[in-house]
């Protein structure tokens, strides 16, 4: 049965990773530093060869794509962005740390949500719808393997819910630039919403990919 992978990549550093704000669907770019270090990684690792790339609609997500995959076709997955979280978007722990809707949140589950944002829960849902557009795209156009650039929680979330071997989240968690390669079978994918996850991206230098398109 015909299978359909995925490079799911996280997008590069913004200054965001500096401050230690929270900036899930804030609008950041890539840093400086974030922009050299993906140029570095294409430059010393192989980046698979895809047919096409999905991408978060955040700046970050867009120019990270640009740099790994400059020659594919871009398209825009709003089910991509990272998770909202809402009031406390912009600020830091410190910052919170007296509110009682903070502190609820801390406590987890997957309804918690911030005021105004988003419960796991959601940014779960959101990612399997996301899955399907892409998936139903790929069929669409007959494409055998693309890349995915999205955010850190949605890639860590996604594939602990939907991957094969099961893991917890923070066991996906992975640099800038860096990912998992997954392959979805149709009927894998509508039988149980599950997909196999093969291994980390990039490769190590000297790793050929042989490929027809």
């Known amino acids: 049965m015909r299978g359909y992978r995925l490079s799911i990549i996280r997008h590069g550093s913004t200054e965001s990773a ?3 704000v929270y900036a899930g669907i804030t609008d950041l770019p890539l840093s400086p530093e974030g922009r050299a270090e993906l140029e570095k990684k294409r430059s010393e690792m192989v980046y698979p060869k895809v047919n096409k790339v999905y991408s978060s609609p955040l700046s970050r997500c867009i120019q990270s794509a640009e740099i790994i995959f400059p020659d594919r ?23 919170l740390l007296g509110l009682e809707s903070y502190k609820d949140w801390l406590k987890g589950g997957m309804d918690a949500a911030p005021p105004n944002g988003e419960s796991i829960r959601e940014m779960i849902l959101r990612s399997y719808n996301a899955i399907q ?8 156009e007959n494409l055998t393997h693309c890349g995915v650039v999205t955010h850190s929680g949605i890639m860590m979330n996604m594939l602990s819910c939907f991957g094969l071997p099961k893991m917890k989240p923070m066991e996906f968690a992975c640099p800038p630039g860096e990912g998992y390669e997954i392959i979805i079978t149709t009927q894998l994918w509508q039988m149980g919403g599950t997909f196999e996850i093969l291994g980390r991206v990039p490769y190590e230098a000297g790793f050929e990919e042989d490929y027809d398109f």
């Open 133 to 140: 557009k892409i998936l139903f795209d790929m069929m669409r």
């Open 73 to 95: 076709e871009l398209m825009v997955v709003d089910e991509l962005r990272e998770m909202n979280f809402g009031d406390f978007e912009g600020l830091k722990a410190e910052d």
């Open 18 to 20: 500096k401050t230690g």
